[in-house]
């Protein structure tokens, strides 16, 4: 399995919903990642879990909360989000983040609309 | 500070044509340069890399060249295609000096069209 997927694919929340985006890989990958990307913007990076320890928290605000049960799962949590969050969310992985030349693999992403 | 600036923004060529699309970074330090495609509502895919210790790299009809002394490195689609029509990233990894561990820049993205 060589793929990063992700669910759901759409998500539609209030303001003041709790919902979680998914995300799980195979591919014995220890970094996992979740971005962040706007409309015709790059992917902006908001968390980075490696060997299942938060590495980088890009001071993203604490309505979002990152959780990392095992090695091939990622979690993002989500409470009282604005409708300026609205995005697409990407989890990607890579072999580990020690190295320089890790290839990041991304998963199709989660298409998130706050009202 | 952490930057890559990536020119043009856009750009439209004639199917057939080459694509040349250019970035700049600005940390002296970033030693693995990956270039990712975008397609409309699709995942972001690596098409291809280098690494800074290489100053060019080609596969089929992609290219990617380095030149450390002036921070910068191009993609090169040669014969493009209308499947070719998609959103480039470029990207510099660098070290984050907290962790230790690295990171991705990327660049600001190239929306490239192949007219048929």
């Known amino acids: 399995d060589t793929e990063v997927t992700q669910t759901p694919k759409h998500l539609v929340m209030g303001m003041t919903n709790k919902k979680s985006l998914k995300c799980e890989q195979h591919?014995?990958?220890?970094?996992m990642y979740w971005y962040k990307q706007k409309a015709k913007k790059p992917p902006e990076l908001m968390f980075v879990?490696?060997?299942?320890?938060?590495?980088i928290n890009e001071s993203v605000p604490s309505r979002f909360s990152p959780e990392c049960p095992n090695s091939s799962l990622l979690n993002l949590h989500l409470h009282a989000l604005q409708p300026e969050d609205s995005a697409l969310y990407l989890c990607a992985s890579s072999q580990d983040q020690q190295g320089a030349y890790n290839e990041q693999f991304f998963g199709p992403g989660t298409r998130l609309t706050v009202l | 500070g952490e930057n890559v600036e990536q020119h043009p923004s856009t750009l439209s060529v004639q199917e057939g044509d080459s694509a040349v699309i250019k970035c700049t970074y600005s940390?002296?330090?970033?030693?693995?340069f990956p270039w990712y495609k975008q397609e409309l509502g699709k995942r972001p895919q690596l098409i291809i890399d280098i690494r800074s210790n290489v100053g060019e790299k080609k596969d089929q009809r992609i290219a990617v060249t380095l030149n450390k002394t002036a921070k910068h490195f191009s993609l090169h689609i040669t014969e493009t295609q209308p499947e070719d029509s998609a959103v480039y990233f470029c990207a510099a990894s660098r070290r984050y000096r907290t962790s230790g561990t690295y990171k991705y820049i990327f660049g600001t993205g190239t929306r490239l069209k192949v007219l048929a």
């Open positions: 940390d002296s330090a970033s030693n693995y």
């Open positions: 591919m014995g990958h220890r970094a």
């Open positions: 879990y490696s060997y299942e320890k938060l590495s």
